[in-house]
């Protein structure tokens, strides 16, 4: 397969955020001082950004034509399996930007390692373009990436590299009923986290931390453990049941396979929602009377892996 050209996703920097907010860096430098923080390290980021961004562009010149584009773009960007996808930001932007690829290969860059962990950036600025050169030869390899998929029964679908949340919009209790494994029951509940393997280490880790935190005060021997997940396997989790006379706590986690299904209905009548990967702004309304099954997507990503 032929590649037309490169498109490179991007995010504003901290430092840029902030002069959106306060018109000018003048202004956002005040506001963060008066506030005791270091305005400096917002700058120092931003610039080791842009010069790892300038230097991947001028490499990626001599080899393929592309297109820059923001985070904020790729939802109504169209993709094809005809580009190479080039991500140069934090782990969240390859998570944001594979839910609409559409199969088309991603190399996912840090620009920064002293900040980011980097657990979806295999590549950097002084090696990528081996990633490129080798999909452009059509020789490289793969990690293929499940997604998350949650079916309403109006039609609307989201998809979620890292995980969805099912819940309320605001901080109050979310109200639904829950179909897993042959059981069902009626929860109250701050949500539900469905997570794929991508996302095991992220917001499910959390849960898992305060779970042992919690158990830690009664159990001396108890050695906290991070959720573990095979590619095709999602896992559930259910955050801060309440039990009463109405709501059940029996269907707290469980593993979702590729021949089983999670089914929630909300009985919420309003400010219900589902989002994936954190955008809050990339939802799905979720009141009463609506259906979610959540299953494993047929549709992948496709991260380039050094060979």
Do not use: C
């Amino acid at each position: 397969m032929s590649i037309d050209y490169a498109i490179i996703v991007k995010s504003r920097t901290r430092l840029e955020s902030l002069i959106a907010r306060f018109n000018t860096k003048a202004q956002a430098k005040f506001y963060i001082e008066r506030q005791g923080g270091d305005f400096e390290s917002y700058v120092q980021e931003h610039e080791v950004f842009y010069r790892a961004l300038e230097k991947l562009q001028s490499q990626l010149t001599g080899v393929i034509k592309y297109k820059l584009i923001d985070r904020d773009f790729i939802s109504s960007f169209l993709f094809s399996p005809q580009h190479i996808i080039l991500v140069i930001g934090q782990d969240g932007l390859v998570a944001n930007t594979a839910k609409y690829a559409k199969g088309a290969p991603i190399v996912a860059v840090n620009p920064d390692k002293s900040r980011y962990d980097g657990v979806l950036l295999p590549f950097d600025v002084n090696d990528f373009i081996y990633g490129i050169e080798a999909v452009l030869q059509q020789q490289h390899q793969t990690k293929r990436m499940y997604f998350a998929e949650a079916t309403l029964n109006n039609g609307q679908q989201l998809l979620a590299f890292n995980d969805l949340f099912i819940g309320a919009a605001s901080h109050v209790s979310a109200r639904y009923q829950i179909k897993f494994n042959g059981q069902q029951e009626n929860h109250s509940s701050s949500g539900v986290i469905v997570s794929t393997q991508a996302g095991s280490t992220g917001w499910l880790s959390s849960i898992f931390n305060m779970a042992y935190g919690v158990t830690g005060l009664f159990e001396q021997q108890l050695q906290p453990k991070q959720p573990s997940l095979k590619a095709q396997d999602l896992l559930f989790a259910v955050r801060e049941p309440f039990k009463s006379v109405r709501s059940q706590i029996g269907l707290a986690a469980g593993k979702v396979k590729q021949n089983t299904q999670l089914i929630i209905e909300s009985h919420m009548p309003n400010n219900g929602v589902i989002f994936s990967d954190g955008i809050e702004k990339d939802f799905l309304k979720f009141n009463s009377g609506t259906i979610a099954t959540i299953g494993i997507s047929k549709q992948q990503a496709n991260l380039v892996i050094k060979a």
